[in-house]
C-alpha cells in the first residue's frame, strides 16, 4: 500500500513560499516517499521538536508526523536548513 502525503496549512504557505525549482524538488522527495516511505529511514528530530520526523532535500528540511496506521504523512514544516530549527512553532 503506498503512503499518502498530507499538509497542513503551515507547511502550504511554506511551499507555496519556495522558489519554483525548489518547490519542484520537495514535491518529487514527497512522491518518492508515497511510494517508498516505509523503506525510508526515519529520523527523528530533538527537544523542542521531538514530536516530528525530517526528510532531507539538499539544504532543505521536512519535518512531518506519521499516521502510521493509515499511512499518511502530515507535513507541518518546510524550510531551510540555517532557519528551520530556528523557527517557532506555532
Known sequence: MRWSVEFDERARRDLAALDPSIRR????????????????????????????????????RIAYTLDVAHQIMIVHYIDHRSRMYKRRRS
Open 25 to 60: 524538488r520537495i514535491l518529487d522527495k514527497l512522491d518518492w516517499f508515497e511510494l517508498y516511505g516505509a523503506k525510508e529511514t526515519l529520523v527523528p528530530l530533538h527537544g523542542e521538536w521531538r514530536e516530528f520526523l525530517k526528510l532531507r532535500v539538499g539544504d532543505w
